[in-house]
Structures are given as structure tokens and as C-alpha cells.
């Protein structure tokens, strides 16, 4: 079965960085767009960023754009977020999501930007 695990998440203060990563299994994950949301305590999940298949296209919200990017490893079944210039508000649970509209979700990894 469809398999996503998220990792990378922790506490990080204000202008700092982390890494998040994704391993998938269980599907052709080549063949898949990928996506990250994340979903704050009290508010709707929303869209961080998406991958094309072959990584040649990607999308960004607005409120991440220049900060965050997305990248994927094909040969390693492997998305990641790369996030820089933290901010209190991109405190959320992020989750990792294949294809997009999504049809599997990851369990999520908290982020939580703090001083």
C-alpha cells in the first residue's frame, strides 16, 4: 500500500532553516506530482508547494515563494522541502501528499518556528 513518511520537522527559531523530507513506497513515484501542505492549529490546510512527475515544474503559495523550495529524488522515491527564512507563522503540522488533487497523505511533521 501507498506509503508516506515525513521527516526534518522540529523547533527552529525565527530566520532559521530546516529540511523536510518525504520517502514514498508503495507506488510509482516517478510517475506522480507531488505536493506539501501544512495545516496550523485553528486553520484550513493549505497548499505549501508542488512537483511535477520529472521535478521540471513547480508552484509555490505566495507566502512561501522565494523561502521555500521543492525539489525530488526519483531514484530515492524522495520529495523534499527546503525552508529558509522561518517565520513564527509558518508554525504548522506538514504533510507530504502524492499527486495532486492529493490521493494519499503522509502522517505529518510538526514545524514549530520559535524563539
Known amino acids: 500500500q501507498v506509503q508516506l513518511v515525513e521527516s526534518g520537522g522540529g523547533l527552529v527559531q525565527p530566520g532559521g532553516s530546516l529540511r523536510l523530507s518525504c520517502a514514498a513506497s508503495g507506488f510509482t513515484f516517478s510517475r506522480y506530482p507531488m505536493s506539501w501542505y501544512r495545516q496550523a492549529p485553528g486553520k484550513a490546510r493549505e497548499l505549501v508547494a508542488l512537483?511535477?512527475?520529472?521535478?521540471?515544474?513547480?508552484r509555490y503559495a505566495d507566502f512561501v515563494k522565494g523561502r521555500f523550495t521543492i525539489s525530488r529524488d526519483n531514484a530515492k522515491k524522495t520529495v523534499y522541502l527546503q525552508m529558509n527564512s522561518l517565520k513564527p507563522e509558518d508554525t504548522a503540522e506538514y504533510t507530504c501528499a502524492q499527486a495532486y488533487p492529493p490521493v494519499s497523505w503522509g502522517q505529518g511533521t510538526q514545524v514549530t518556528v520559535s524563539s
Open positions: 512537483i511535477t512527475s520529472t521535478g521540471g515544474v513547480t
